[in-house]
């Protein structure tokens, strides 16, 4: 886990830092939508009326920082040689 955390979270010409705001605002948000949700499906006022509308910006949250977060990693990748390139275009 640490090296996981090293290699997303580090100085890359300052996207590390932004890239850990941005997850933290993300849990932050899925935490903050996670809650009223339960609290609504146990029939609790005032948020019985929309628990599963909280339950899907939850997860509406959560799949765009997994959607964003497979973004990045494929953008890490190494970049192929023009010979390779050359192979896959003929």
């Given at each position: 886990?640490?090296?996981?955390?090293?290699?997303?979270?580090?100085?890359?010409?300052?996207?590390?830092?932004?890239?850990?705001?941005?997850?933290?605002?993300?849990?932050?948000?899925?935490?903050?939508?996670?809650?009223p949700s339960?609290?609504?499906?146990?029939?609790?006022?005032?948020?019985?009326?929309?628990?599963?509308?909280?339950?899907?910006?939850?997860?509406?949250?959560?799949?765009?920082?997994?959607?964003?977060?497979?973004?990045?990693?494929?953008?890490?990748?190494?970049?192929?040689?023009?010979?390779v390139d050359?192979?896959?275009?003929?």
């Amino acid at each position: 886990m640490d090296s996981f955390g090293r290699r997303m979270f580090r100085p890359r010409g300052g996207a590390g830092w932004r890239w850990a705001i941005y997850s933290l605002l993300s849990g932050a948000a899925s935490l903050g939508a996670f809650f009223p949700s339960g609290v609504g499906f146990q029939q609790t006022e005032p948020f019985v009326d929309l628990p599963g509308l909280w339950q899907r910006i939850c997860v509406l949250i959560g799949w765009t920082w997994l959607t964003v977060l497979a973004l990045r990693l494929l953008r890490e990748r190494r970049p192929r040689s023009p010979h390779v390139d050359a192979q896959i275009r003929s």
